[in-house]
């Protein structure tokens, strides 16, 4: 029995939330460096609502991938 993972680090330590820029069409949730797991259950949470439900505030801009452009 084995499995494997991927680690996503970020530069500045925070996870990517949200549409990538220019690629509106996929969506991020990754980045985690090391954080417990329960941190990206809950970005995935909002993910969904924000696709799903149109009153939804959007992802915070300090964890979207756009910080980075």
């Known amino acids: 029995h084995a499995w494997v993972g ?8 925070l ?20 954080r417990p797991w329960a941190m990206a259950t809950r970005a995935a949470d909002a993910v969904v609502a924000g696709l799903s439900e ?8 300090w964890l979207r991938a756009r910080r980075f452009v």
């Open 6 to 13: 991927i680690a996503a680090h970020t530069c500045d330590q």
């Open 15 to 34: 996870p990517i939330v949200g549409p990538l820029p220019g690629r509106s069409s996929i969506i991020a949730c990754f980045g985690w460096n090391g």
């Open 54 to 61: 149109p009153d939804v505030r959007p992802v915070t801009p």
